[in-house]
Structures are given as structure tokens and as C-alpha cells.
């Protein structure tokens, strides 16, 4: 796929769209994780990474209609096989399975990912490939430990074709991760690990983007990517319910209204 | 066995540049050769078995074939679901190295007894699981099945063993069987050893006694199995293992699947858990994991009427 083809197709507000659409289909919830992550996807499908050679790895696996969404504009899988989101016998589940294409490594259970990604940049450093990996994770993710297993491994060994994005809405499913496990130090820690550590604002699909394409030499990069749970939905904005919660008629048509 | 595997291993890098080793800080003394001789294959990865596990999956994925060295008990718990969701979901040819199963690890306690590990890994349908007898076993093994695509579990003693009556065989999927008898022993890893010199004991009250090494647990040597059994009126089963999930569960499923009328006496390891700790020899020997315990079982399952 050639980046430009890509850019044309590919936009925030259509694969919102189709989160809410889907959604309301399938009468599944995990909204506003989705919301939340839309333009961290739109910036790395379109902008960023070069599908042929980069591998994506979706920790926070129950995101994983944001991802489908995107497959879909992106012609990866076509609108017949998106409407079988969480039907029988379909493998487009709540979390992704690698019977898909375009999904490397099946996720859902957190904080598999780091290391995952980790052995994929190791490997291919040892192997000289091409191609840098790009994983996105939870800031609730940041609680399991085999995280920070990962944080160390690759900031002791440079893998400076890891790049780590932390989609940052401050929410986890019972309530504000503030509230659950405070990590507003996040960047210190990861920078005292040998990460190279950077800002965005996780709705800026432009600045995104900038921020995304830039690799940095002789260290992992750690991009904390801040973004609103719900995102572009009012009423979803910052609702911890809506961590689970799946949309009524009414919902379903003022949710679209919004998004636009 | 262990000092069998690397130096097997290190003859299997020099010609296979997928093969990588990583380690969660275990090894001393036996691990160097390899770190020696390969440093750019050799990972120390941390005390992180969670981490090992899924990176060797995401190194597998990209055509590495790696080995993650650990303790039994921490190589097949810790990473448990990572080895789950990684390389059993994937299937992808990660190798797990687990040292010490039983009470390899005696005095230093109940967390260093691997107790269930074979347990734990029977339940994944694609994981093979050996548990070699001997160091000729652990080099036909590597020699022959390293580059199996699935994810595999191996069992390895702590210390060397050799049983020249085994001629170093092994088959994936089948049974090592030694001599012939009314009674048949079954048994994984280094209770091998005690079921051959239980065998030599017998052999002089004029009990014959059968001993098949199942060191291919999966894919389990059903054909063979169902084959000695049927003719058998007894069996027994003999691991440093729990006697639930292990290769007692193994052959009382195979009995009961194919219908089978072999009595099966199923020995393993009963201490409960908070039991007081000592040598390998000594546990092995509470538990009649022993070569008295097991000639002393013997005789009272020869005299099971058929």
C-alpha cells in the first residue's frame, strides 16, 4: 500500500463512524477505549508507519474496533466482514486474533505486548530487517509488571526500532487510573529505564503523526500519547461507564450527530 | 543433563543461525560455553520469565528458534499465559527449558520443586512436552526435533545420567520399552534410573518386570501404549510429579479411552504442600519414589490377582 492512497481514505471521522455503527450492530461496549484511540490509528495507517515492513501490535487488545475500523477503510477487510463483529463464528471478536489479516499477534490479556514487540525489534536487529515495530498500550496497562520487564529489557539493549505509544486517557474500568494507581511520573520512569520519551496531544492526528515518524538512535522511544476516553462524543468524554457500556437508539443517533 | 543440552545446543548453533538461547538469570556454571561461543545468540534476559517467554515468541515470529532456560517451576509457571497466548496460540517454536523437575532442587524447597509443571503444559493441545531419561535421550531429542514448528516443553534432569539399555533412544510420539515382564513400569525423566535398578532387584526374586520410559509425554505414544498394555494385567506409573496430570493421568486416560482392563497404580508425588524440605534423596524416598518404595510396590502389584 502506497502512503498517499492511504491518507485520501483514511480519516478520524469515519472510522469514528464505524465504532459507534458497529457498536450499536453488534450491541457491544468498549466505546469509549475506541474513541480513544482513533487518530493514534489514523496517524500510523496513513501517516506513519509502511504497512510492508512495520509491525503493529495492539496491547490493549480491548480496543480492538478502532483497529477493525480502520482494516476496513484501509481495504484490509472488506464492510462484509467488519459486520461480523462479535457475530458467531467470526474472528472479528472484542479482542483481536491473528486469523486476521493484518494482525500479527493476537492480544486482549494486558500487557503482553512490550514484550512481544520487544522479541520482534530484538529479533530483527539480530537479523538485520528493516522496519520498526510500534505497540500501543493502556495507561491502566502500565500496572502489570510483565510491562515493566519489557521497559527494562529494551531500554538496557537500545532497541531503537521499538517505539511504545501510551494511549493516555487517564481511565481505567472501575475508574480514573489517578484514582487506582497514580502514574503522572510516567516519563521520569521510563526515561530512568534508557527511553527516549516524548508528548502528543493523542487527537492531533498531524502532530501525531510528527512525533510518531521520528526514531530515535541508540534508545527505545516512549510516546505518551494524551487522549480523552469517548473521544468526540460528549457524553462519553471522560465516563468511566462508558469503559463497557454498549449504545441505545437515542445514544446511537446523538453519538453520530457529534462525530459528525 | 544439563551440561548435555548446551553443549548439544552449542553444536546446533554452529550450524543453525536461528537458534538463540535466553536465560532469567539461571545457569551458572553450565550456560557459559554457549555465551562463550555464540555471544550474539545468548540473552540474559533478567530475572523476567513473563518477559523471556513472550519475547521468544515475538523472536520465533521472526524466524528465531529460541530456548528459555529457567527452573522448572519458574520456566513453566511464570510465563505461563504468556507461553499460552504467545507460542501455544500462535504456535510458534519456542522452546522451554525447565531444570530440575521433582525434587531436583531438594533442600532448597518447596518453590523449586516442580510438582505440576507436566500438568500444566499437557493441557495446551500443540505443546510437545519431553522428559529425557538420560543425556543420550537430551541430544537425540535436540539432534532430531529442534526445529519442530510447534512450541515444546522440556523437562531436564539436573545431573547427568546415562542408561546404556536405552541406547540413547527416542522417538517423537512413541516409548522407549526395556525388557519384558508381567509387570510394566512407567516412568518419566531420572525416575528412570530407580525403575531400572528396581527391575535388576526384582529380577533376582524371579519378578519380570518391563520398564517403558515415556519420554515423549506429548504428543503422548498412545499406540504403543494401548500395544503393551493390553496384555498386561498391571501397570505403574512412577514421576517425580504430581500423580495428577502427569504421565499417571496419561496412561489412565489411555486405559480408559481404549477400554483397556490393565489395573494402573499411579505413584507420585503426594507430600502437601508446607511439608518439611531435605534432600532429593529424601523426599523421594517419603514419597516411594525410591527403588525400595517402588520394589516394595511391585511386589504387592505382582500379587493383584488378574
Redesign the interface.
Known amino acids: 500500500m502506497a502512503h498517499g492512497d492511504i491518507a485520501r481514505t483514511l480519516g478520524s471521522v469515519q472510522v469514528r463512524r464505524s465504532i459507534i455503527n458497529q457498536s450499536k450492530r453488534a450491541h457491544v461496549g468498549h466505546i469509549g477505549s475506541a474513541l480513544s484511540i482513533a487518530d493514534i490509528l489514523v496517524a500510523l495507517f496513513s501517516r506513519v508507519m509502511n504497512t510492508d515492513e512495520d509491525v503493529f501490535i495492539l496491547s490493549k487488545g480491548h480496543a480492538a474496533l478502532a483497529l477493525y475500523c480502520v482494516f476496513e477503510q484501509l481495504g484490509v477487510i472488506d464492510q462484509k466482514t467488519l459486520d461480523t463483529y462479535c457475530a458467531d463464528d467470526s474472528h472479528l471478536g472484542v479482542h483481536p486474533e491473528?486469523a486476521l489479516p493484518g494482525i500479527?499477534?493476537?492480544?486482549?490479556?494486558l500487557?503482553?505486548g512490550p514484550?512481544?514487540?520487544?522479541?520482534?525489534?530484538?529479533?530483527?536487529r539480530?537479523?538485520g530487517?528493516r522496519g520498526r515495530v510500534f505497540v500501543l498500550i493502556s495507561d491502566a496497562e502500565l500496572n502489570e509488571?510483565?510491562v515493566w520487564?519489557?521497559l527494562?529489557?529494551a531500554g538496557h539493549?537500545k532497541l531503537d526500532n521499538l517505539c511504545l505509544i501510551l494511549d493516555n486517557n487517564g481511565q481505567q474500568a472501575l475508574a480514573p487510573t489517578a484514582d487506582v494507581i497514580n502514574l503522572s511520573g510516567i516519563a521520569t520512569a521510563v526515561q530512568s529505564l534508557g527511553w527516549e520519551c516524548d508528548r502528543v496531544n493523542g487527537h492531533d492526528v498531524a502532530e501525531l503523526a510528527r512525533i510518531l515518524e521520528v526514531r530515535s538512535v541508540g534508545s527505545p522511544r516512549f510516546v505518551i500519547a494524551d487522549t480523552i476516553a469517548g473521544k468526540g462524543v460528549s457524553f462519553m468524554e471522560r465516563q468511566v461507564r462508558w469503559h463497557y457500556l454498549p449504545v441505545d437508539d437515542e445514544q446511537h443517533a446523538l453519538a453520530l450527530r457529534e462525530i459528525g | 543433563m544439563r551440561k548435555q543440552f548446551v553443549s548439544t545446543l552449542i553444536e546446533i548453533a554452529d550450524s543453525d543461525s536461528r537458534v538463540?538461547l535466553l536465560t532469567a538469570d539461571l545457569g551458572f556454571m553450565v550456560l557459559e560455553p554457549f555465551a562463550q561461543r555464540h555471544p550474539?545468540?545468548f540473552?540474559n534476559?533478567?530475572v523476567?520469565e513473563?518477559?523471556m517467554?513472550?519475547?521468544?515468541?515475538?523472536?520465533?515470529?521472526?524466524?528465531?528458534i529460541?530456548f528459555c532456560y529457567s527452573i522448572a517451576t519458574f520456566a513453566s509457571m511464570r510465563g505461563y499465559?504468556?507461553f499460552r497466548?504467545?507460542a501455544a496460540?500462535?504456535n510458534l517454536p519456542v522452546r522451554i527449558v525447565g531444570i530440575g523437575g521433582g525434587f531436583a532442587y531438594g533442600s532448597a524447597g518447596f518453590t523449586h520443586h516442580a510438582l505440576e509443571d507436566i500438568a500444566l503444559m499437557r493441557v495446551q493441545p500443540n505443546v510437545g512436552i519431553v522428559a529425557p531419561a538420560d543425556d543420550a535421550q537430551v541430544e537425540r531429542v535436540l539432534r532430531d526435533h529442534y526445529a519442530r514448528p510447534q512450541p515444546m516443553y522440556l523437562r531436564l534432569a539436573k545431573d547427568s545420567a546415562t542408561h546404556p539399555e536405552l541406547e540413547g533412544r527416542f522417538r517423537w510420539g512413541h516409548l522407549e520399552v526395556i525388557g519384558e515382564g508381567d509387570v510394566v513400569i512407567l516412568a518419566i525423566g531420572s525416575m528412570t534410573g530407580v525403575a531400572l535398578e528396581a527391575r535388576r532387584r526384582l529380577q533376582a526374586e524371579r519378578i519380570s518386570v518391563a520398564v517403558a520410559v515415556v519420554a515423549s509425554i506429548a504428543p503422548a505414544p498412545t499406540k504403543d501404549l494401548v500395544a503393551l498394555l493390553a496384555s498386561k494385567n498391571a501397570c505403574i506409573t512412577v514421576e517425580d510429579h504430581r500423580p495428577i496430570g502427569g504421565i499417571g493421568s496419561l496412561v489412565a486416560e489411555t486405559i480408559a479411552d481404549h477400554g483397556l482392563g490393565t489395573r494402573l497404580v499411579r505413584r507420585g508425588i503426594s507430600d502437601p504442600p508446607g511439608e518439611s524440605s531435605g534432600s532429593e534423596e529424601f523426599l523421594r524416598q517419603r514419597n516411594g519414589l525410591d527403588v525400595e518404595g517402588l520394589v516394595t510396590l511391585v511386589r504387592q502389584t505382582a500379587m493383584i490377582p488378574a
Do not use: K, W, Y
Open positions: 491473528h500479527t499477534f493476537s492480544t486482549g490479556s500487557g503482553h514484550s512481544l514487540g520487544s522479541g520482534v525489534a530484538l529479533a530483527r539480530m537479523a530487517t509488571g510483565s520487564e519489557a527494562m529489557f539493549h | 538463540v550474539d545468540r540473552f534476559v533478567g523476567a513473563a518477559n517467554i513472550s519475547m521468544a515468541a515475538g523472536m520465533a515470529h521472526e524466524g528465531f529460541p499465559e504468556q497466548n504467545g496460540l500462535h
